[in-house]
């Protein structure tokens, strides 16, 4: 079945540092991909999607872009804040089956901590 | 707007009470919710799918008599954690699914409540 993989937290780094969370998938045909965000106590906020291959996904510095040879979505922030401090999940929604109604199925989340 | 809001935020009960949560999209018609649950540090496990007007579809190993869902309108959809028990203490996400303005209706776009932290003693 479909499958996302992340790269396993915790990530810690220093303010300005270069962030890299790898995200590869298993999936038939081409899914959408997702990066959704969940700071402390609080649900997920949609932080960058890409739904066709070689899409680029960016929002807030972030970006990943959509690799069909490497089934991969990687997160990348040239650099990094304090309040990028959170728990972020790379997320597929399945082409096939048709009207699921935009069911997602997630990586296990890589938890991001941000020093000053 | 998009936005969904969950109630209550916070739920603290004893053993073998019932508890309900609920789900609302405030601003939009969401004809399919979904219900998470995530443990500490790990990652969101879908439990069901809630359609209006129709029985939820269970994922594979979740108990549809402990977890009972209702969609009884477009904006409303209730988790009832019946009976619980301590090892039902989660942190439960709803989200609410809506098609996107452009593309075919597969290209919903799902927006999440804030969750509900429960705990059963």
């Known amino acids: 079945g479909d499958s996302v993989t992340q790269m396993e937290g915790p990530v810690t780094l220093s303010e300005e540092a270069f962030l890299t969370i790898n995200c590869t998938y298993t999936?038939?045909?081409?899914?959408?991909l997702f990066w959704y965000v969940q700071y402390p106590g609080e649900g997920l906020q949609l932080l960058l999607k890409a739904t066709k291959a070689d899409d680029k996904g960016s929002n807030k510095g972030f970006e990943a872009t959509y690799r069909k040879e490497t089934t991969s979505f990687h997160l990348e922030k040239g650099s990094v804040q304090v309040s990028d401090s959170a728990v972020y999940f790379c997320?597929?929604?399945?082409?096939?089956?048709?009207?699921?109604?935009?069911?997602?199925?997630f990586g296990q989340g890589t938890e991001l901590s941000v020093k000053p | 707007g998009a936005v969904v809001s969950q109630h209550p935020s916070r739920v603290i009960c004893k053993s073998g009470t019932s508890v309900k949560i609920e789900c609302r999209s405030l601003?939009?018609?969401?004809?399919?919710m979904f219900w998470y649950r995530q443990f500490p540090k790990q990652s969101l496990m879908l439990m069901a799918t809630s359609n209006e007007g129709s029985k939820a579809t269970y994922e594979q190993g979740v108990e549809k008599d402990k977890f009972l869902i209702n969609h009884a309108s477009l904006t409303l959809s209730t988790l009832t954690v019946t009976s619980a028990h301590p090892e039902d203490s989660s942190f439960y996400i709803c989200s609410a699914s809506r098609p996107t303005a452009t593309g075919p209706s597969s290209y919903n776009e799902q927006f999440f409540g804030p969750g509900t932290r429960l705990t059963v003693l």
């Open positions: 999936a038939t045909g081409y899914p959408s």
């Open positions: 601003d939009f018609q969401a004809t399919t």
């Open positions: 997320a597929l929604r399945p082409l096939y089956p048709y009207n699921q109604g935009g069911k997602l199925i």
